[in-house]
């Protein structure tokens, strides 16, 4: 499976990105997918996870609230729609796509493939 994240930038603390990933090599219907991030030194952590239909999503409690996950899955996408950002979620985020299809038991262990990340700065 190959995934590219994009949407990252820049900005200002209390503002809005929306974060992308194309997704291709698997057959995107059949996937859970997540969204990861990673400050420089730290281990990676859990932000979001959708099932394949779209229609359940996990949350981890930092971003519940402020952070929407969602799929298009016509277009073999995922999307996390960041907004309400603090300078805590300066990161970099990955997509990431699980060992198996049609699996989401556990948001924070199913993954493991991943994309290359895209960096997301927020200032204060």
């Known amino acids: 499976v190959q995934l590219q994240a994009y949407g990252g930038g820049l900005v200002q603390a209390g503002g809005s990105l929306r974060l992308s990933c194309s997704v291709s090599?698997?057959?995107?219907?059949?996937?859970?997918m997540g969204w990861f991030r990673q400050i420089p030194g730290k281990e990676r952590e859990f932000v979001a996870a959708?099932?394949?239909?779209?229609?359940?999503?996990f949350y981890a409690d930092s971003v519940k609230g402020r952070f929407t996950i969602s799929r298009d899955n016509a277009k073999n996408e995922v999307y996390l729609q960041m907004d309400r950002l603090n300078a805590e979620d300066t990161a970099v985020y990955y997509c990431?796509?699980?060992?198996?299809?049609?699996?989401?038991?556990?948001?924070?262990?199913?993954?493991?493939?991943w994309g290359r990340g895209t960096l997301v700065t927020v200032s204060s």
């Open positions: 990431a796509a699980p060992y198996h299809d049609y699996i989401l038991l556990d948001p924070k262990r199913d993954f493991g493939f």
């Open positions: 090599g698997r057959t995107f219907s059949a996937l859970a």
């Open positions: 959708i099932d394949w239909t779209g229609g359940t999503t």
